[in-house]
């Protein structure tokens, strides 16, 4: 299962982007539709009350009541379609009306309130909705006063029909955004992904051996993470020198003294001769690791085939009398993620062994797996190995004359190799009928 940390960039840029869309501007629609419905009730409650005392500056007091002109300063109120209205009631009787009014059936509540106080508020006559703002007030003098009622109306489904005009504008709007957005978030995600692009170009010239160190231009962010590189690609150098110097001293200091070893009487003896071969063998040994480089973290790619071929060609050389029926399946872009000396090694010593262990057929299959790596399979039709003596023959400091038709000469090497590189080998009979060796390179555990 892939942890969070190990989420692609691009999978969390979609993430922040389907938030966006899915989410945050849904959320943002519908809160500016809800601020602008409520903008939109408050803006008719001020333009009825606008127009309610409009009509209070129009009435005439008279002594059997009032009297208002028909025609009044608001034209919404004199046109026949409209969907405002405006009734005067005194004592529950309709008195007058406004021209929008000829045609209007409802007959709204008439009920006495509080005269000064106006009530605006959401009623339902004959099963449509309408804003209703009502004010009681007192007319006329000290010696003679009148009350009167004052109604305006306006249709609900007016304001629902502005109120879906602007919903429909909005969504246009919305999705103009959602674009614009989406298209500034992929812009943002391939500027950002460049410098991290550049330097995974670089680290991979670096293990293909095409470049020493990280040399490029990098956003501040980078900068310490380039230095870093730096300093321990030249640290494990350092290090890497030093050690095969060590190394490689070591084995030189040795060999003169083994010389004379062997040149001495001492060497007559066969269980001291054999010794001293053991001894040379080791310093060889390792010397050639010396000379090798083991796994680091940064690796060269090495083409597979030309070395593969090579190795057959000196095989076929070397085991003429033989004949032996070579037969080679590798992809031409296989590459293995290590030094080209290291991997001679590794085919050369268990293409050798398969030489001298088989009758007449030696099989070698490279193949490449996105999770596996890189996977190399020999086989022979000699005897084969027993199952007793597999795990003994990888096992470290085992005597590499134990065991038959050469299968143990160069393991000790092949095993270290293999194992500095996070490999495995898998020993078991082949379909030849003889030892097949299996060695598998994760990609993963390569870096």
């Given at each position: 299962?892939?942890?969070?940390?190990?989420?692609?960039?691009?999978?969390?840029?979609?993430?922040?982007?389907?938030?966006?869309?899915?989410?945050?501007?849904?959320?943002?629609?519908?809160?500016?539709?809800?601020?602008?419905?409520?903008?939109?009730?408050?803006?008719?409650?001020?333009?009825?009350?606008?127009?309610?005392?409009?009509?209070?500056?129009?009435?005439?007091?008279?002594?059997?009541?009032?009297?208002?002109?028909?025609?009044?300063?608001?034209?919404?109120?004199?046109?026949?379609?409209?969907?405002?209205?405006?009734?005067?009631?005194?004592?529950?009787?309709?008195?007058w009306y406004s021209e929008s009014a000829v045609n209007l059936t409802v007959t709204p509540d008439v009920s006495?309130?509080?005269?000064?106080?106006?009530?605006?508020?959401?009623?339902?006559?004959?099963?449509?909705?309408?804003?209703?703002?009502?004010?009681?007030?007192?007319?006329?003098?000290?010696?003679?006063?009148?009350?009167?009622?004052?109604?305006?109306?306006?249709?609900?489904?007016?304001?629902?029909?502005?109120?879906?005009?602007?919903?429909?504008?909005?969504?246009?709007?919305?999705?103009?955004?959602?674009?614009?957005?989406?298209?500034?978030?992929?812009?943002?995600?391939?500027?950002?992904?460049?410098?991290?692009?550049?330097?995974?170009?670089?680290?991979?010239?670096?293990?293909?051996?095409?470049?020493?160190?990280?040399?490029?231009?990098?956003?501040?962010?980078?900068?310490?993470?380039?230095?870093?590189?730096?300093?321990?690609?030249?640290?494990?150098?350092?290090?890497?020198?030093?050690?095969?110097?060590?190394?490689?001293?070591?084995?030189?200091?040795?060999?003169?003294?083994?010389?004379?070893?062997?040149?001495?009487?001492?060497a007559a003896d066969s269980e001291a001769q054999e010794q001293l071969d053991r001894i040379n063998a080791m310093?060889?040994?390792?010397?050639?690791?010396?000379?090798?480089?083991?796994?680091?973290?940064?690796?060269?790619?090495?083409?597979?085939?030309?070395?593969?071929?090579?190795?057959?060609?000196?095989?076929?050389?070397?085991?003429?009398?033989?004949?032996?029926?070579?037969?080679?399946?590798?992809?031409?872009?296989?590459?293995?993620?290590?030094?080209?000396?290291?991997?001679?090694?590794?085919?050369?010593?268990?293409?050798?062994?398969?030489?001298?262990?088989?009758?007449?057929?030696?099989?070698?299959?490279?193949?490449?797996?996105?999770?596996?790596?890189?996977?190399?399979?020999?086989?022979?039709?000699?005897?084969?190995?027993?199952?007793?003596?597999?795990?003994?023959?990888?096992?470290?400091?085992?005597?590499?004359?134990?065991?038959?038709?050469?299968?143990?000469?160069?393991?000790?090497?092949?095993?270290?190799?293999?194992?500095s590189y996070h490999g495995k080998i898998i020993i078991e009979y082949s379909e030849l009928g003889g030892a097949?060796?299996?060695?598998?390179?994760?990609?993963?555990?390569?870096?």
């Open positions: 299962m892939v942890s969070s940390a190990q989420v692609s960039l691009k999978i969390r840029q979609g993430f922040i982007l389907v938030f966006v869309l899915i989410v945050a501007l849904p959320a943002l629609f519908f809160s500016i539709g809800r601020a602008y419905y409520a903008t939109l009730i408050d803006a008719t409650e001020k333009t009825l009350e606008a127009h309610l005392y409009s009509l209070i500056s129009e009435v005439e007091f008279l002594s059997d009541g009032i009297s208002m002109p028909r025609t009044i300063l608001a034209p919404e109120l004199n046109r026949l379609n409209s969907d405002t209205y405006a009734l005067v009631y005194q004592e529950n009787t309709l008195v006495q309130t509080q005269a000064g106080a106006s009530e605006f508020k959401k009623v339902r006559y004959n099963g449509e909705d309408y804003r209703q703002l009502s004010l009681t007030v007192i007319l006329g003098n000290a010696d003679q006063s009148q009350q009167a009622k004052f109604i305006l109306l306006k249709k609900n489904s007016a304001l629902l029909a502005l109120m879906s005009e602007f919903r429909n504008t909005l969504v246009n709007w919305m999705l103009i955004m959602g674009v614009v957005i989406a298209a500034l978030m992929a812009i943002g995600f391939v500027w950002n992904a460049r410098p991290l692009q550049r330097l995974d170009k670089e680290i991979k010239e670096i293990e293909a051996g095409e470049r020493e160190k990280i040399s490029g231009l990098y956003p501040v962010e980078l900068t310490t993470i380039k230095a870093d590189l730096n300093l321990l690609l030249d640290s494990q150098k350092r290090q890497k020198e030093r050690y095969r110097a060590s190394l490689s001293d070591l084995a030189h200091a040795l060999k003169t003294p083994l010389a004379v070893l062997k040149s001495s009487p001492l310093i060889e040994h390792q010397l050639k690791r010396a000379a090798t480089g083991g796994s680091d973290t940064w690796k060269k790619q090495t083409k597979v085939k030309p070395v593969l071929d090579s190795i057959l060609n000196a095989m076929g050389k070397v085991y003429l009398d033989k004949r032996i029926d070579f037969s080679a399946h590798c992809d031409q872009n296989a590459a293995f993620l290590g030094d080209k000396t290291d991997l001679m090694e590794i085919l050369g010593n268990i293409i050798d062994n398969a030489c001298k262990a088989c009758v007449h057929k030696v099989d070698i299959t490279v193949k490449t797996d996105t999770v596996k790596g890189i996977i190399f399979i020999i086989s022979d039709d000699g005897p084969g190995i027993p199952e007793n003596k597999r795990e003994e023959l990888l096992q470290r400091g085992s005597r590499l004359d134990t065991y038959e038709a050469g299968h143990g000469v160069g393991m000790a090497i092949v095993s270290d190799l293999v194992a097949q060796f299996t060695i598998e390179f994760s990609d993963d555990q390569n870096h």
